[in-house]
């Protein structure tokens, strides 16, 4: 029996099942990388009476939605944040496994996506980006792509424009208002993105980053009219940018330039 004899929407649901399973882990580095505390050892815990949690407690989605969102022993609040994020990445991976279908450049993207997830909502709540996550992340794209997609030369263009341009940008706002705009984190993430997804792609990350920050940054203003001082978290629209960038990149440009 080979994985063509089981049908698609079987598969799909495989895949999404271990997507959720992913997804559980994947909350464990958003809670604990920003603490630098280890993401294997030790099992999960509840985060206020310190009780360890049983498998029962450990499923995806279901044993939030079983628990009512609170901790069994001390009846503590658990975000939604968990389930969200679980059946965000089950999601992802049954979408990617029927979009990509099996192969070198489904795992490229997946890990891709899964750093994305981490990163974005690290950014959100705490407004920095491991390098735990973005340094690895950049020697695994570039590997990835002597196997798929882009192929190691855009890689590892894409490494330095993707560095090189937030960095540029970042200096440059830096002389012109003495002031930090863009951490180094942003920078390394995007040349993470870079060496995934190739030089074309990581430009085209830059522009729907920016342009999605931008948006919602003056909505925030008109909202709140608060200073434009209320940092953004600029590495979660990279995110969103790069998952956009990653699924319908070569669309979108071909449609863009198609407009000339
Ligand atoms: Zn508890």
Known sequence: MT???????????FAAAFGALVGSFLNVCIYRLPLDKSVVWPASACPYCGRLLSWYENIPVLSW??????????AAPIGVRYPIIEALTATMFGFAWWYYGPGVLLASRLVLGCALIVLFAIDLE??????????????????FSFFAEPGWMASLIGV??????????AEVYY????EEGLGMGDVKMLAMIGAF???RLVLLTLVLGSFSGTLVGLGVLLLKRESMKYALPFGTFLALGAIVAAVAGDPIIHWYFGLY
């Open 3 to 13: 994985i063509e004899d089981v049908p698609a929407p079987l598969q799909i649901a």
């Open 65 to 74: 939605l079983a628990l009512r969102a609170r901790c069994r022993t001390c």
């Open 126 to 143: 705490h407004q920095l980006l491991p390098n735990a996550i973005t340094l690895p992340g950049i020697i695994v794209g570039v590997v």
């Open 160 to 169: 330095l424009v993707g560095a090189g341009v937030l960095y540029g940008v």
């Open 175 to 178: 002389r012109v208002r003495h």
């Open 197 to 199: 997804l190739g030089w």
